[in-house]
Nanobody
C-alpha cells in the first residue's frame, strides 16, 4: 500500500490545520493508521493512531485535546488545533495491517510509510 500525506503548510501559533493520509491500492479501513512527526534534529515520535478493526484511537498524552485523529473509508485525518511553534515538524502517516495494541506507538511496528508533509508553526 502507498500512503500519501497532505495538508501541511505554514500557520501562525494558535491556528489549525487538518492533515490527510490517503492510501492507494487499498482501502484504509483494514489497516491501522498512525501519525508520527519528526522535528529537525529529533527522533520521530508518535502523535496519534486509529487501530483496525475496532477503530480505537490512541494519542500521545501531551497532544490529547489539541489533536484529533479520525477516518472515513478513503482517508485518515489529523485535525490539529491551538498549534504551537514546537509542533513544527514533518508529519508522517504510517500503516500496518497486523498491528498489535502494545506497539501502537512504536515506529518500527508500521510497515508502510508516506512521504511526510511539513507543518511549520510561526510564533
Amino acid at each position: 500500500v502507498q500512503l500519501q500525506a497532505s495538508g501541511g503548510g505554514l500557520v501562525q501559533a494558535g491556528g489549525s490545520l487538518r492533515l490527510s493520509c490517503a492510501a492507494s491500492g487499498r482501502t484504509v479501513s483494514s489497516y491501522s493508521i498512525a501519525w508520527f512527526r519528526q522535528a529537525p534534529g529529533e527522533e520521530r515520535e508518535f502523535v496519534a493512531a486509529v487501530k483496525a478493526p475496532g477503530l480505537n484511537t490512541y494519542y500521545t498524552d501531551s497532544l490529547k485535546g489539541r489533536f484529533t485523529i479520525s477516518r472515513d473509508n478513503a482517508k485518515v485525518y489529523l485535525q490539529m488545533s491551538s498549534l504551537k511553534p514546537e509542533d513544527t515538524a514533518v508529519y508522517y502517516c504510517a500503516a500496518d495491517r497486523n498491528l498489535i495494541t502494545s506497539t501502537v506507538r512504536v515506529v518500527g511496528a508500521y510497515k508502510y510509510w508516506g512521504q511526510g508533509t511539513l507543518v511549520t508553526v510561526s510564533s
